[in-house]
C-alpha cells in the first residue's frame, strides 16, 4: 500500500517561493500505474488540483497557477516536489500530494496534507 | 477552468437518502465518464468513494452510488449514518491531463 507524505516549511513570505517536497513509500514512483499530483485547499475552503507528474517528468498543470508552478520528480529518491513562486496570501493552504491512477484517472492515497502559511 | 458547482449544503436524517449534484460543462463532466467523489472529516485527507462516475472503490459502503447525465453528475447517499457527516467534492477530468474539483458540499446528518 503506498504512503505519501509532504515536508517543507509551514512559513512562506509574500513574494518568495514556497517549496514542499513528497515522499513516496510501499511503492515505485517509477511505476507506469500512477501520475503524482498536487491538491491544495484553503482554510474553510474547498479542494483545488494545482497540478501532475509523471515518473518521465511529463507535467500537467492547472492553467490558472500555471505560469507559477513547477513540479518535478526524482525517482533516486522516491520523491516528488513543488515549487509555487511569487505567493500572497491566498496561496495559504494545505497542501496535500496524492497519487492519480492512471487506468481509471482517481486520486487514490494521499498525504496527511501540510499547511503552508504565507506571511510576513 | 472553473469549479464544478456543488450545492454548499445537504441535510438528511438517519436512514434517509440525500443527493449531492456536480455540475459541470461540455468540457468535463459532460466529456468524459471521468468524475469521483471523495469524503472529507474534518483535518482529514480525503478519502475515494465514487469512481469512473459510479464505480465504488473496495472496501466502500454499497450505500454510496454515483451517476451522470448530461453535464451534471451525482452522489447518491442512501441508509444515511451519523459516520456520513463530512463534506464531500467531485472531481472531473477536463482534457488535456487536467482536473478539476467541485465546490464542495457539507453533509449533515440531522
Known amino acids: 500500500q503506498l504512503q505519501l507524505q509532504e515536508s517543507g516549511p509551514g512559513l512562506v513570505k509574500p513574494s518568495e517561493t514556497l517549496s514542499l517536497t513528497c515522499t513516496v513509500s510501499?511503492?515505485?514512483?517509477?511505476?507506469?500505474?500512477?501520475?503524482w499530483g498536487w491538491i491544495r485547499q484553503p482554510p474553510g475552503k474547498g479542494l483545488e488540483w494545482i497540478g501532475n507528474?509523471?515518473?518521465?517528468?511529463?507535467?500537467y498543470y492547472n492553467p490558472s497557477l500555471k505560469s507559477r508552478v513547477t513540479i518535478s520528480v526524482d525517482t533516486s529518491k522516491n520523491q516528488f516536489s513543488l515549487k509555487l513562486s511569487s505567493v500572497t496570501a491566498a496561496d495559504t493552504a494545505v497542501y496535500y500530494c496524492a497519487d492519480l491512477y492512471t487506468t481509471v484517472d482517481y486520486f487514490d492515497y494521499w498525504g496527511q496534507g501540510t499547511l503552508v502559511t504565507v506571511s510576513s | 477552468q472553473s469549479a464544478l458547482t456543488q450545492p454548499a449544503s445537504v441535510s438528511g436524517s438517519p436512514g434517509q437518502s440525500i443527493t449531492i449534484s456536480c455540475t459541470g460543462t461540455?468540457?468535463?463532466?459532460?466529456?468524459?465518464?471521468?468524475v469521483s467523489w471523495y469524503q472529507q472529516h474534518p483535518g482529514k485527507a480525503p478519502k475515494l468513494m465514487i469512481y469512473e462516475g459510479s464505480k465504488r472503490p473496495s472496501g466502500v459502503s454499497n450505500r454510496f452510488s454515483g451517476s451522470k447525465s448530461g453535464n451534471t453528475a451525482s452522489l447518491t447517499i442512501s441508509g444515511l449514518q451519523a459516520e456520513d457527516e463530512a463534506d464531500y467534492y467531485c472531481?472531473?477530468?477536463?482534457?488535456?491531463?487536467?482536473?478539476?474539483f467541485g465546490t464542495g458540499t457539507k453533509v449533515t446528518v440531522l
Open positions: 507528474i509523471y515518473y518521465s517528468g511529463n507535467t
Open positions: 510501499g511503492g515505485s514512483i517509477s511505476s507506469s500505474s500512477y501520475y
Open positions: 472531481c472531473s477530468y477536463a482534457g488535456s491531463s487536467t482536473y478539476v
Open positions: 461540455s468540457s468535463d463532466v459532460g466529456s468524459y465518464n471521468i
